[in-house]
């Protein structure tokens, strides 16, 4: 898997874990893998797309980036 930023930075949340956390959201467990990068580090797109939305949720994602259909 091409990573979406250069570097190497640390994964704070891998697919499938804490299922107990995502129950309530239908899901088997986390739905993504999440990477612990410092602000401003730049984000490349994996592919050609829209960004309909990119926000700090200080109570859930944190702060997140999200393509037009998902």
């Known amino acids: 898997m ?6 190497n930075f640390v994964i ?4 499938g874990v804490n299922k107990e956390d995502y129950t309530q959201f239908g899901l ?3 739905n993504g893998i999440d990477y612990g990068l410092p602000t401003n580090t730049p984000i490349f797109a994996p592919h050609s797309g829209k960004v309909i939305e990119a926000t700090l949720d200080p109570l859930g994602y944190g702060l997140y980036v999200k393509p037009k259909g998902s």
Do not use: L, V
């Open 2 to 7: 091409i990573k979406p930023f250069a570097g």
């Open 12 to 15: 704070t949340q891998y697919f």
């Open 28 to 30: 088997q467990g986390h």
